[in-house]
């Protein structure tokens, strides 16, 4: 629901509230000084009425012609209440029935007792009240549409800074080189909002820069050591003194140091990928560079007597040929480390899977921890972040990747 | 051929120095942007061996400095960074290629020599080593002018032990070579030899000297 939707609603419900509230304070309150200024006239009438029973000492029977106004009766009751009470009165002009409104009296005369009951109309003061109820309800009605159309289209518009804010804000990319601008706002918040997200972009793409610089760093401090000692072995090989037994021994350095920068790369990459730091997306025809790999890893394949088995279908993917070579790599790398001497791999690909099935181990990996850092085999010789990079760098183009064992074999299936 | 190293870190350059300085080679070394720039316009070079992280600047001003200055010197960039736009951005300004720390100092000589030979191809195309000619623009060797047919990895192979004559190379350097450093060899060079008894079986074949010799288990060398 949208704010401005909550706000409509409830100035509505308040408006509602407070208007009803009023209507009925209002409609006693009216009720109440009619009645008062009916009574009053009524106690005028009264007075007047028993000051000429008093004056003229004849029968007040006789007092008045009209007999529906005011009706005197003999009583032998001695003490009478004053009281004023809702009745019905007879109209004689109109010849019909109202409601009216009474006061009742005791008047003496001489030893005799009257009873003095004195009815007005109250017609004019229902009529009052019908009137203002009418107005009341058409100012109610007219209020709550105004207030409806006012908080529907004119806040709307009160909200347009706003959406353009957000608008700009989803297509904030922290690579690229646009800042944040945010139009310029009347508005103290939006103008305010604007200014902090500006802010907030600026210090996001420093820390990301200074990021990228620490990487960059990273590396080249890791780096240059280990090119150092691939160099010292270099020169130190050319000794021809040297032994069998030096040279297996310098052999394993070698191994050691291609290992270490192995890692140092994965471990650099892996964060690239995690603050998305690479960014050089091509199309790229996957199904080509399957074929490449192929015979890239041609040799690799031989050596442990491996048949292969392919069946590729035309794919074209936007994403960094490197990040691809590198998923490529490690997923021929794995299905041929893991596989038994003589085994099979099957590579199929269509518009929707890659599919790399391998022979190997009889027992099936587990699916929760293998894409996890430094998750390997005993006897693995990688650095047990191949399937690491693998799946952050499917995660990193949307693509999922699945381990699946099935008697023997062994398949990862990604699906774009 | 005159070659001028730029690197800071002192036991590579030396180590680099030493590797290349053979052959009537003139090896000169630098540690500094501000030496650099100074040697490169008080001498000419065919090589420059480049470190992209130097002490006082970025190493791309040197590239920028032989650009404007119209120099031809071929520039083969070193660095630890393996960062995609550095890549592009030091071709673009004109490196003619980009070798990534850690390097084999065969590696790094085999790739020199190639950039040096594609600046000179025009005035000299083809490479004589011995009886051994190969003709780098039509990618085809003649043994005492009998051609050979060679596969593309022998056909490398054959290149990079001319540029490392004389050197013991080790398996990890041609492997790395000939299938990439992206590709995780599993420490099994296996394969390696397959290639190399063909080469050798080939060169004989055709009358050429027996210049190969296995070093134990470690490596090869390339007698020149």
């Known amino acids: 629901m949208k704010l401005s939707a909550h706000y409509t609603r409830t100035s509505i419900y308040i408006t509602l509230i407070v208007l009803l509230a009023?209507?009925?304070?209002?409609?006693?309150?009216?009720?109440?000084?009619?009645?008062?200024q009916l009574d009053q006239g009524l106690q005028q009438q009264l007075t007047e009425a028993e000051e000429y029973v008093r004056g003229s000492n004849q029968d007040p029977q006789q007092y008045d012609l009209d007999k529906d106004h005011a009706?005197?009766?003999?009583?032998?009751?001695?003490?009478?209440?004053?009281?004023?009470?809702?009745?019905?009165?007879?109209?004689?002009?109109?010849?019909?029935?109202?409601?009216g409104r009474a006061v009742e009296d005791l008047v003496k005369l001489k030893d005799t007792n009257y009873k003095v009951v004195i009815t007005i109309s109250r017609a004019g003061q229902k009529y009052l009240i019908e009137v203002i109820t009418i107005i009341t309800l058409a100012l109610l009605s007219g209020l709550l549409s105004v207030l409806f159309i006012t908080n529907k289209y004119f806040l709307n518009g009160l909200w347009k800074p706003f959406q353009l804010t957000l608008k700009e804000i989803k297509q904030f990319n922290i690579a690229d080189?646009?800042?944040?601008?945010?139009?310029?706002?009347?508005?103290?918040?939006?103008?305010?909002?604007?200014?902090?997200?500006?802010?907030?972009?600026?210090?996001?793409?420093?820390?990301?820069?200074?990021?990228?610089?620490?990487?960059?760093?990273?590396?080249?401090?890791?780096?240059?050591?280990?090119?150092?000692?691939?160099?010292?072995?270099?020169t130190l090989i050319q000794d021809e003194t040297l032994s069998a037994e030096q040279l297996a021994q310098i052999t394993d350095i070698y191994s050691s140091i291609n290992k270490s920068s192995r890692l140092n790369q994965s471990l650099l990459l892996l964060a690239k990928l995690e603050n998305k730091l690479i960014t050089d997306e091509v199309p790229i025809n996957l199904e080509g560079m399957l074929s490449e790999k192929m015979l890239q890893f041609q040799e690799l394949m031989q050596t442990k007597d491996l048949s292969f088995k392919h069946n590729l279908q035309l794919k074209q993917v936007q994403a960094s040929k490197y990040l691809i070579d590198i998923l490529l790599n490690n997923l021929f790398s794995n299905?041929?480390?893991?596989?038994?001497?003589?085994?099979?791999?099957?590579?199929?690909?269509?518009?929707?899977?890659?599919?790399?099935?391998?022979?190997?181990?009889?027992?099936?990996?587990?699916?929760?921890?293998?894409?996890?850092?430094?998750?390997?085999?005993?006897?693995?010789?990688?650095?047990?972040?191949?399937?690491?990079?693998?799946?952050?760098?499917?995660?990193?183009?949307?693509?999922?990747?699945?381990?699946?064992?099935?008697?023997?074999?062994?398949?990862?299936?990604?699906?774009? | 051929?005159?070659?001028?190293?730029?690197?800071?870190?002192?036991?590579?350059?030396?180590?680099?120095?030493?590797?290349?300085?053979?052959?009537?080679?003139?090896?000169?070394?630098?540690?500094?942007?501000?030496?650099?720039?100074?040697?490169?316009?008080?001498?000419?070079?065919?090589?420059?061996?480049?470190?992209?992280?130097?002490?006082?600047?970025?190493?791309?001003?040197?590239?920028?400095?032989?650009?404007?200055?119209?120099?031809?010197?071929a520039v083969l960039i070193i660095s630890a960074r393996n960062s995609l736009d550095d890549k592009l951005k030091g071709l673009n300004v004109g490196a003619d290629d980009y070798l990534t720390k850690p390097f084999h100092l065969a590696e790094l000589k085999a790739r020199l020599m190639a950039v040096y030979r594609r600046k000179a191809l025009n005035t000299n195309n083809i490479l004589v080593f011995n009886e051994i000619?190969?003709?780098?623009?039509?990618?085809?060797?003649?043994?005492?002018?009998?051609?050979?047919?060679?596969?593309?990895?022998?056909?490398?192979?054959?290149?990079?032990?001319?540029?490392?004559?004389?050197?013991?190379?080790?398996?990890?350097?041609?492997?790395?070579?000939?299938?990439?450093?992206?590709?995780?060899?599993?420490?099994?060079?296996?394969?390696?030899?397959?290639?190399?008894?063909?080469?050798?079986?080939?060169?004989?074949?055709?009358?050429?000297?027996?210049?190969?010799?296995?070093?134990?288990?470690?490596?090869?060398?390339?007698?020149?």
């Open chain 1, 22 to 36: 009023g209507a009925v304070i209002y409609y006693f309150a009216i009720n109440f000084i009619a009645q008062q």
């Open chain 1, 71 to 99: 009706v005197f009766i003999k009583t032998n009751e001695q003490e009478l209440q004053k009281r004023f009470f809702d009745t019905t009165y007879f109209n004689p002009k109109e010849q019909r029935k109202e409601v």
């Open chain 1, 177 to 234: 080189v646009n800042q944040f601008k945010g139009k310029p706002s009347k508005v103290h918040e939006f103008a305010e909002l604007n200014e902090a997200i500006r802010e907030m972009s600026l210090r996001v793409t420093h820390d990301y820069l200074n990021l990228k610089q620490f990487t960059e760093n990273a590396s080249h401090e890791m780096m240059t050591p280990l090119a150092v000692v691939t160099t010292k072995l270099d």
């Open chain 1, 335 to 416: 299905a041929i480390r893991h596989n038994n001497p003589g085994g099979f791999i099957i590579i199929e690909l269509n518009g929707d899977e890659l599919s790399i099935k391998n022979t190997g181990a009889i027992h099936s990996l587990d699916e929760q921890v293998i894409f996890e850092r430094f998750q390997k085999g005993k006897e693995s010789q990688g650095t047990g972040l191949g399937l690491t990079l693998v799946k952050n760098i499917c995660q990193h183009y949307g693509y999922t990747i699945r381990y699946q064992y099935e008697s023997g074999w062994h398949t990862f299936v990604l699906s774009f």
């Open chain 2, 1 to 73: 051929m005159k070659i001028l190293v730029i690197e800071d870190e002192q036991s590579l350059r030396e180590n680099i120095t030493n590797y290349l300085n053979v052959d009537g080679n003139i090896c000169e070394s630098c540690s500094a942007l501000n030496s650099a720039l100074q040697k490169l316009s008080d001498y000419d070079y065919d090589c420059v061996l480049l470190d992209i992280g130097l002490p006082d600047g970025e190493g791309f001003d040197v590239l920028e400095y032989l650009r404007t200055n119209q120099k031809n010197e």
């Open chain 2, 133 to 224: 000619s190969i003709d780098i623009l039509g990618r085809t060797v003649e043994v005492n002018e009998t051609a050979i047919i060679l596969t593309r990895k022998e056909y490398d192979m054959l290149l990079y032990f001319i540029a490392n004559k004389g050197k013991v190379i080790s398996k990890n350097a041609i492997a790395e070579h000939l299938w990439g450093d992206e590709m995780d060899m599993h420490d099994n060079f296996d394969f390696i030899y397959t290639h190399i008894k063909n080469l050798r079986r080939k060169l004989l074949d055709a009358g050429g000297k027996d210049y190969l010799t296995s070093i134990y288990g470690l490596g090869y060398k390339f007698i020149g």
